[in-house]
């Protein structure tokens, strides 16, 4: 069983403190996942300092309009000029990016992101299960073949992957996400369904704090996070629960 650790902006700022924290991991998890607003210059030297390390990195990447496509173009001219040490890869949540990596011919692995993925499995609190046949074999033709989740720590449903266990899973933990927003829920001034965010100036107060938030109506708190809210789903899968659903890698989210 493989273990990754998902990086936030702050890991970089002690050098010593990175190594560190690595240590115990195989991966290092890094990128905006959920917002392209996040996705800024100091990505570059955040994976720059990467792959100086004797570790495997994956670079996420979210869903994106236009501006988010223009920024992350320039950032994979610039990320195919450095050298990994370890096994480098992408996770799209978006076929857009997938659409410029193929246009850009760059042999890059890829992986299809807690968003995107959920075209093709539906995420439920004791089981995971994938749609339907067309969908493994669009992920065939699109040579994906590894999917991100987040899982319970609960006893798994139905097995993961295909007929063949060609497709592998990763699991993130300890928070799941639940839905995805256009704007962020805290810090922000509401925009009508009608109306565009475009306008609106991200103040980045995503990179500072998340929030739990309870209501009476709700069994259970949830982790606004920016644009994304997060329900607790307890510890990592056990590595015997891992294999018997085909999760071989397992990623830490310490800021969800």
Do not use: H
Not at 120 to 141: C, H, K, T, Y
Not at 162 to 181: E, I, K, N, S, W
């Amino acid at each position: 069983m493989e273990k990754g650790l998902k990086l936030g902006p702050g890991a970089f700022r002690d050098k010593t403190a990175l190594r560190r924290s690595l240590k115990a991991f195989d991966w290092a998890y890094f990128g905006p996942e959920f917002c392209e607003n996040l996705l800024e210059p100091g990505l570059l030297e955040g994976l720059r300092v990467l792959s100086g390390e004797r570790k495997n990195v994956c670079l996420l990447t979210p869903m994106v309009t236009d501006k988010g496509l223009a920024a992350l173009e320039g950032l994979f001219s610039a990320v195919r000029k450095l050298r990994f040490k370890g096994r480098f890869e992408v996770s799209v949540n978006d076929f857009g990016v997938l659409d410029l990596i193929r246009r850009k011919r760059w042999d890059v692995r890829v992986n299809f992101g807690r968003q995107l993925a959920r075209n093709f499995m539906l995420v439920g609190r004791d089981s995971v299960n994938i749609l339907n046949q067309s969908g493994l074999a669009l992920l065939e033709e699109l040579k994906v073949g590894r999917l991100e989740t987040a899982l319970f720590s609960r006893p798994p449903g139905p097995r993961l992957s295909g007929p063949a266990g060609a497709l592998r899973f990763t699991a993130f933990y300890p928070y799941l996400d639940v839905t995805v927003t256009r704007t962020c829920l805290a810090g922000m001034p509401e925009v009508s369904p009608y109306d565009s965010p475009e306008g609106v100036r991200c103040a980045r107060e995503c990179l500072n704090a998340a929030y739990r938030v309870g209501s009476d109506r709700i069994k259970e708190d949830m982790i606004v996070g920016g644009n994304t809210i997060f329900v607790d789903s307890g510890g990592p899968v056990t590595a015997a629960m891992g294999k018997s659903l085909g999760v071989d890698r397992l990623v830490f989210c310490p800021d969800t």
